[in-house]
């Protein structure tokens, strides 16, 4: 079969994905900003395109009284890797900027989370639906053997949702069918005033 022009587009292409970043702890002389923004410049190095960055927010620990406040942001990327493999770079990411896993939801020298890739809900809408489910104290206790995508908690967050509204506001989700600029105004108003834009 003989693929037009659009098809040939379409193979090339890669998939938009949305990544949330945090830091809260100064690692080797580096602030929480500096570790968000040099993780940035990393991913240059990978097979993948940032087609947009957020400012940098300053927001509470999660949960609250954990830790120092976080430096959050968020972006927009573009690639090829599949979902497992980009977690990996991730990981290698916040390990090379000191990231060690003692505590889940403790302070961290940087946090990247893989929000979305493309409009897959993975690995299926049963298992998304469970996870999203989960009560504030499963949540925190429980580690999923497999990657869940959407992010479950991204919708209850304006630590990930502010920075998105810099970046994807039109963004919708694929379980929910929801904006990020719906999903984001859902929240009470208090969380979204603790957002706070960081000056550099």
Not at 132 to 150: F, G, K, N, T, Y
Not at 158 to 172: K, Q, S
Request: charged content about 25%.
């Amino acid at each position: 079969m003989l693929l037009d022009q659009e098809d040939v587009i379409l193979i090339h292409m890669g998939k938009n994905c949305l990544v949330a970043l945090g830091s809260n702890q100064e690692w080797e002389g580096n602030t929480p900003a500096d570790l968000v923004l040099r993780s940035i410049s990393e991913l240059v190095k990978y097979d993948l395109k940032i087609i947009k960055a957020s400012r940098l927010f300053k927001t509470p620990s999660f949960p609250k009284g954990a830790g120092p406040d976080f430096v959050n942001a968020a972006l927009m990327i573009n690639t090829k890797i599949a979902p497992d493999q980009l977690l990996l770079i991730f990981h290698e990411l916040e390990a090379n900027s000191g990231r060690v896993r003692q505590k889940r939801w403790g302070s961290r020298t940087l946090d990247m989370d893989l929000l979305s890739y493309g409009d897959l809900v993975l690995p299926d809408q049963c298992t998304f639906k469970k996870w999203r489910s989960l009560d504030a104290d499963m949540q925190q206790r429980c580690v999923p053997e497999h990657l869940i995508l959407p992010h479950p908690r991204l919708q209850e967050r304006a630590f990930v949702l502010g920075p998105l509204m810099d970046v994807a506001p039109e963004w919708r989700h694929p379980a929910l069918e929801k904006t990020v600029e719906e999903m984001f105004f859902s929240l009470p108003v208090s969380q979204r005033d603790e957002l706070e834009v960081m000056s550099l």
